[in-house]
């Protein structure tokens, strides 16, 4: 079975723009939860969402949000962006109480 | 609140000693507690996890973790490391009836071969 995909898996954006990022979960999960980790730094919870529902947001500002459509991948969105949103994005799908991350897309911000 | 601590941000061992990777918790209910392994510029890779039973649990790639209540404690543990086993470590925990993941800030293994 293949993994969390994520799509893109570099990207460079500048201060202001906006960016989304997409994951597709293994195929049966129906949970996916969104982190982001910083250089340096273990992974912070953003999103998580379950059935198309959010079901819990981490410390964040409003310019994140997200989304989980009817085949239950998401999109992660970012506002405005800044320098200190420069980070790889994690998501990760769930099946019972393990949770299973990809390879995350690496965000740059110039 | 839930956190994690993992006291050591590196741990250097030669090829075929024991390798611990120290984790220490918080959680205000029964914990939930997981190991990842991140290899560079990639994603998360689930070793192992103690969700109830067996105080030592074993995983892939012979990794195995013993979880103890009174010390509030998750360490990681290989018998015999090997090079191919330097990674970044992140021991993470959450509260059982919570989805949120709260992780370590990591712990660099570099083992000589």
């Known amino acids: 079975d293949a993994g969390v995909t994520q799509s893109p898996t570099h990207l460079i954006k500048t201060r202001g723009q906006h960016v989304t990022l997409r994951c597709s979960p293994i195929s049966g999960h129906k949970s996916v939860s969104w982190y982001q980790q910083v250089l340096g730094q273990g992974p912070q919870f953003i999103f998580q969402y379950y059935e198309k529902e959010e079901r819990g947001r981490g410390n964040f500002p409003d310019r994140f949000s997200a989304r989980q459509f009817p085949n239950y991948s998401s999109e992660l969105n970012v506002n405005a962006l800044l320098l200190g949103d420069s980070a790889l994005y994690l998501c990760?799908?769930?099946?019972?109480?393990?949770?299973?991350f990809g390879p995350g897309t690496r965000l740059l911000v110039l | 609140a839930q956190s994690v601590a993992q006291p050591e941000d590196q741990v250097n061992v030669a090829e075929g000693n024991p390798l611990t990777v120290k984790c220490t918790y918080s959680?205000?209910?029964?914990?939930?507690l997981f190991w990842y392994v991140q290899y560079p510029n990639r994603g998360l890779q689930f070793l192992l996890k103690?969700?109830?039973?067996?105080?030592l649990v074993k995983g892939s790639y012979g990794f195995e973790a013993e979880f103890n209540k009174s010390q509030t404690s998750f360490h990681l543990k290989k018998p015999s490391a090997l090079v191919s086993d330097s990674a970044l470590y992140f021991c993470a925990v959450r509260d059982y009836n919570d989805y949120k993941l709260s992780f370590g800030a990591g712990t660099t293994v570099t083992v000589r071969a």
């Open positions: 990760a799908s769930r099946s019972s109480e393990t949770q299973y």
């Open positions: 959680v205000s209910g029964n914990p939930y």
């Open positions: 103690y969700i109830t039973g067996d105080n």
